[in-house]
């Protein structure tokens, strides 16, 4: 599967930015796919994904701030941000994997997708 991300850029803190990652058109749609991220210095994490009911699934620290949405006619993975903090500041990749399970355990953890998009740097000051 491949992926390209799109849209990061620099924000004042409290701002927002859309993200987004363009999937293959053929790319099956029971493939898992999820937002990670990496701020220099520190491991991947994951940011958000959803699950194979269409649920959203987040990093508890991000709740309430991003929101992840797939849309299979335009093949794109998006994630909206919004109140951002330097924190958050991160090169953010998109990921798929043919499946993960248990996905509620296991979607985190960044050894399980096959395919990574090759990133875009979000900066917040």
């Known amino acids: 599967v491949q992926l390209v991300e799109s849209g990061g850029g620099s924000v004042q803190a409290g701002g927002s930015l859309r993200l987004s990652c363009a999937f293959d058109?053929?790319?099956?749609?029971?493939?898992?796919m999820a937002w990670f991220r990496q701020a220099p210095g520190k491991e991947r994490e994951g940011v958000a994904s959803?699950?194979?009911?269409?649920?959203?699934i987040y990093a508890n620290s991000l709740k309430g701030r991003f929101s992840i949405s797939k849309d299979n006619a335009r093949n794109w993975l998006d994630l909206q941000m919004n109140n951002l903090r330097p924190e958050d500041t991160a090169t953010y990749y998109c990921?798929?994997?043919?499946?993960?399970?248990?996905?509620?355990?296991?979607?985190?953890?960044?050894?399980?997708?096959?395919?990574w998009g090759q990133g875009t740097q979000v900066t917040v000051s």
């Open positions: 058109a053929y790319t099956p749609a029971n493939v898992r």
């Open positions: 990921a798929s994997s043919p499946a993960i399970s248990p996905f509620h355990i296991a979607w985190t953890d960044s050894r399980r997708y096959t395919s």
């Open positions: 959803l699950a194979s009911d269409g649920s959203s």
